[in-house]
């Protein structure tokens, strides 16, 4: 059933665990995620980007996974990604999302904070939870210097400030994590996390978990990550598979031989994440 990804995230933080956001760009990533979650009774969240929604049509997408969240006996949020404007936030209020990011992090924290609090009269007009970010998650660099990596991350007494003058439901932090696969070794900030935790009492987010090592995402969930971002490793399954059976059966017309399999790797990956996140059997 379709829910409010607020009641996950508190029980989640009440209980422990974090719950996997997971994104999707269409009908078969959208079935590996519902498969998952229903093999591991799991509440998710399943998201969608503005991409997503530009490349699937916001008249489709969101439809497809409101079906399986209709017909699925577990919890599901559906979350907009990254909003990247007020409009756009709109737009998927309009279409039922139950719970938004708008992600205003690129702005001064003056211009942010304006921002959020715009988005979280709106949004809380309609009862939906609102997902804000501080500090900036980059894509993952190899290159980039100590001092430039530690601007960009969240500090934790402008959190504090942040969340109190905003009201978002959610924060999304920069401790060192970053977008698409790893470059160098990741390493997670955690006295920074602790640091947040300390002063922030809302349920966090972690960006950007593809890739990092399992014990710095039991680390970070101890710490009071209550929901964790999965996208790149979804889509490496998908591409890895395809190629594999077109390298197997060149001759393959069948899209459903092709992208069938796609879907099997595709949950594979999302329910080693859901033991991983601790959300196995929460639903
Ligand atoms: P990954 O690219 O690490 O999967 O992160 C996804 C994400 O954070 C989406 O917001």
Do not use: W
Request: glycine letters at 8%; charged letters at 25%; one cysteine or more.
């Amino acid at each position: 059933m379709l829910v409010s990804s607020k009641e996950l995230l508190l029980a989640a933080q009440k209980g422990g665990y974090a719950v996997g956001a997971f994104n999707t760009n269409n009908l078969e990533i959208t079935h590996a995620i519902f498969r998952a979650a229903k093999a591991q009774r799991a509440p998710i969240l399943v998201q969608i980007s503005a991409g997503a929604i530009r490349y699937a049509g916001i008249d489709f997408l969101p439809q497809i996974v409101r079906t399986h969240a209709r017909l699925a006996d577990v919890p599901v949020a559906l979350h907009l990604d990254h909003g990247p404007s007020f409009e756009m936030v709109m737009l998927c209020l309009r279409y039922g999302f139950t719970s938004v990011m708008r992600d205003a992090s690129k702005l001064p924290f003056d211009e942010n904070v304006a921002e959020i609090r715009k988005v979280v009269e709106a949004a809380h007009a309609v009862g939906v939870p609102v997902e804000a970010e501080l500090g900036r998650i980059v894509g993952a660099e190899e290159h980039v210097v100590v001092s430039e990596r530690e601007k960009a991350m969240t500090d934790p007494d402008e959190a504090a400030e942040f969340v109190k003058a905003t009201g978002c439901d959610f924060l999304a932090v920069s401790i060192g994590n970053a977008h698409g696969f790893y470059k160098g070794e990741p390493n997670l900030d955690f006295d920074r996390l602790q640091a947040i935790r300390d002063k922030v009492d809302i349920p966090l987010v972690l960006h950007g978990a593809s890739g990092l090592p399992d014990d710095q995402i039991r680390t970070a969930v101890s710490l009071g990550i209550c929901k964790i971002n999965i996208d790149t490793e979804i889509r490496y399954a998908f591409t890895q598979s395809v190629r594999k059976t077109l390298a197997e059966q060149p001759e393959q017309i069948d899209p459903r031989k092709i992208l069938g399999p796609a879907i099997d790797a595709m949950q594979a990956v999302v329910e080693r994440k859901i033991a991983l996140f601790g959300s196995q059997g929460k639903a």
